[in-house]
T-cell receptor, first 114, second 114 residues
């Protein structure tokens, strides 16, 4: 039962270009979405989040877009840097339903080539 | 920057043995979590802990699992009788509020059951 789906296990991008990581969800109760980044041998680190009352949130090179009707969100990284190479996890929670516990996807491994 | 510390980084145990995974959350955090990631799969929620009791748990967190905050600084996950399928990366996380803004994760303990 995959409520949060990251259908691309990996993505390869040239340095300086845009990286677009996609995430789909099935649970219509989800109203808060987060992206985490994970380097090897480290725990996931929080990157950026978005509430369902917004359709875009930007933080420096990172922008998250939310399309509620399509139950789809994406993380854009512009410009991509080699240090962005990591596994990116999408997560979603049903905050207004009383649960702050996010459900994670399987992750997408991003490789940024110099 | 404050960190969540997990020990050991790697634990090998025989099937049927008990293991205790240890975590030291960030000192002023009040909410504590355990997640696991089986190799190649998604990060899965196990349990959340607040005010010295379990606040939420998943279906995975059955009677063989228990959590404890024995001394006000450590937060432990005990698996009473390990099975092969318990082999996974176990992540501890903490937050200073119900986690709308993302947790701080530890680096994880890789548990290998043989």
């Amino acid at each position: 039962d995959q409520q949060v789906k990251q259908n691309s296990p990996s993505l390869s991008v040239q340095e300086g270009r845009i990286s677009i990581l996609n995430c789909d969800y099935t649970n219509s109760m989800f109203d808060y979405f987060l992206w985490y980044k994970k380097y090897p041998a480290e725990g996931p680190t929080f990157l950026i989040s978005i509430s369902s009352i917004k359709d875009k949130n930007e933080d420096g090179r990172f922008t998250v877009f939310l399309n509620k009707s399509a139950k789809h969100l994406s993380l854009h990284i512009v410009p991509s840097q080699p240090g962005d190479s990591a596994v990116y996890f999408c997560a979603a929670s049903a905050v207004s339903g009383g649960s702050y516990i996010p459900t994670f996807g399987r992750g997408t491994s991003l490789i940024v080539h110099p | 920057e404050p960190e969540v510390t997990q020990t050991p980084s790697h634990q090998v145990t025989q099937m049927g043995q008990e293991v205790i995974l240890r975590c030291v959350p960030i000192s002023n955090h009040l909410y504590f979590y355990w997640y696991r990631q089986i190799l190649g799969q998604k990060v899965e929620f196990l349990v959340s802990f607040y005010n010295n009791e379990i606040s939420e748990k998943s279906e995975i967190f059955d009677d063989q699992f228990s959590v404890e905050r024995p001394d006000g600084s450590n937060f432990t996950l005990k698996i009473r009788s390990t099975k092969l399928e318990d082999s996974a990366m176990y992540f501890c996380a903490s937050s200073d509020r119900a986690a709308n803004y993302g947790y701080t994760f530890g680096s994880g303990t890789r548990l290998t059951v043989v």
